[in-house]
């Protein structure tokens, strides 16, 4: 395992040597395509005049909060629906009918009540992290192993100690699992929003490029946002193992 | 039957059923306080679903439970419940300590006493040194020590215990069920002890009864007439023990029949 970690980097390595001789040999002049040696120039230019990292902070900023605020109300909703069956099987068809909506679907609706900027944004995506972090937190509570909860019972905690003690720490591994999973899905519909409607961030970075042709600055945004995406999923699983690690393990254990 | 005030734990004409399935029918029973109270009988027979409407866990259809003179209408934290799946009933995410913490906290118990108490009880469950492991690192035997600690943090008045020894080894069993009679010798608790093992019944308790099937009522009720403190070897070898031994055999043959 340790040995080979750079063996994974055979092919993408040998790929853009192979584009850099191609793009340089063929001397295209394209407007989607660049030498991966001018993508990296391009990137390094966006990054030291700032552009790329204020966009990057929008991106992010947006990304964030949207994140937490459907995220929050997911987990709220998800413990509700999985801890109070009744309230389940009464919402079920309303959230059926609403989770399959593209969260770009809802982009003109959002836009006419927020009009352009963070907020619509925000909203936008928080609506798309709202449903798996929902979903995925209703199934953890009923994965909850259904002993505790009846010793809970006859130790009789109240309904705050209940949750706080017994409810949360053990749906805590695969609230977890939601969470890096809705921040992967922050990040896409960030982008996406900024690319179709909203003047910021990153992939509003990548249209104006596009339009101004720079093929090699847009696809310096790509890779970019690669990074990006790859670093906030890195950053998210140290995270959950220095917090975590103990009730990680354990579910792995039991898994 | 004598339902009389002074009993740890009536069932008075207790009958419950699962989808229309009768469980138990017309159960009445009394246990006295202080008393050890063995229940045998074939898989199936209700054993467990009694004990959990002496906790509280489940409500019977028809009749009451009462306990210490209360009709019982959810659990009460007098009352331990001792489950035999330890792994599952202890909170993995927290050590030993941690888990009887928890009975504390669910009382109120001031922070600042609770790590005497919790030293205290792990020590007399035979893990003193061993408070800040995880149930994971620990062993069977060692789990349902930690468990039985969180129960003895409730300071209960009666102990229900679901065949708390079932899933250990010979020897952890008899060491176990040692420490668990000079615990309750000392504290005066009342014992519901559900086993499969008639042996265990006999050994431990003051009464065994003997529930039959289909649907789960009394079909024998022993006296249990061995002195105290009770000793694995020479008990076991008393003429009373193999006579007691020898009934519920001859009964559970025939309630399996
Ligand atoms: N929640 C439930 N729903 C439906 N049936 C149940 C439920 N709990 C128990 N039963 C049924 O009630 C009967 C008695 O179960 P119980 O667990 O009390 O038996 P037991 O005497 O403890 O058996 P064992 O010795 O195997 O532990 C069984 O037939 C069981 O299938
Ligand atoms: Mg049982």
Known sequence: ?255 | MNTSNDAAIVFDRVSLAYGGRPIISDLSLDVGRGEIVCIIGPSGCGKTTALRMAGGLVRPLDGTVRVLGEPLTEPRRDVAIVFQDYGKALLPWRTAAANVSLALEAAGTPRSERPERIRTLLAKVGLASHEDKYPTEMSGGMQQRIQIARCLAQDPAVLLMDEPFGALDAMTRQGLQDEMLSIVAETGATVFFVTHDLEEAVYLGDRVIGLLPNPGRIGIDLKVDLPRPRDQLETREMPEFLRLRRTLFDFIEKAEA
């Open chain 1, 1 to 255: 395992m340790k040995r080979s970690w750079w063996k994974g980097l055979v092919v993408p390595a040998a790929l853009i040597v192979a584009a850099e001789i191609a793009m340089r040999l063929s001397n295209t002049t394209s407007m989607s395509l660049a030498a991966p040696s001018d993508i990296l120039a391009a990137l390094l230019r966006a990054l030291f005049d700032g552009s790329m990292l204020v966009a990057t902070r929008d991106t992010l900023a947006s990304a964030g909060a949207g994140l937490l605020l459907g995220g929050l109300l997911g987990l709220l909703l998800g413990m509700i629906f999985g801890l109070i069956p009744i309230v389940n099987r009464l919402m079920e068809v309303t959230v059926e009918a609403i989770r399959p909506i593209p969260s770009v679907a809802v982009l003109p609706i959002a836009m006419l009540v927020f009009g352009f900027g963070y907020s619509m944004e925000i909203a936008i995506v928080a609506f798309s992290c709202l449903w798996p972090v929902m979903i995925l937190t209703r199934a953890a509570m009923a994965g909850i192993e259904p002993r505790l909860i009846e010793v809970a019972r006859a130790l009789r905690l109240s309904t705050t100690q209940r949750i706080a003690k017994i409810v949360l720490p053990a749906a805590l591994p695969r609230i977890m699992v939601a969470v890096r999973l809705a921040a992967a899905i922050a990040l896409v519909v960030a982008v996406t929003v900024e690319i179709a409607a909203n003047p910021l961030g990153l992939g509003y970075g990548i249209l104006v490029a596009q339009q101004g042709l720079q093929p090699d600055l847009m696809l310096a945004y790509l890779v970019w946002i690669g990074v990006v995406g790859w670093s906030l999923n890195a950053t998210l699983a140290f995270a959950e193992k220095r917090l975590f690690g103990r009730a990680a393990q354990v579910e792995a254990a039991g898994a």
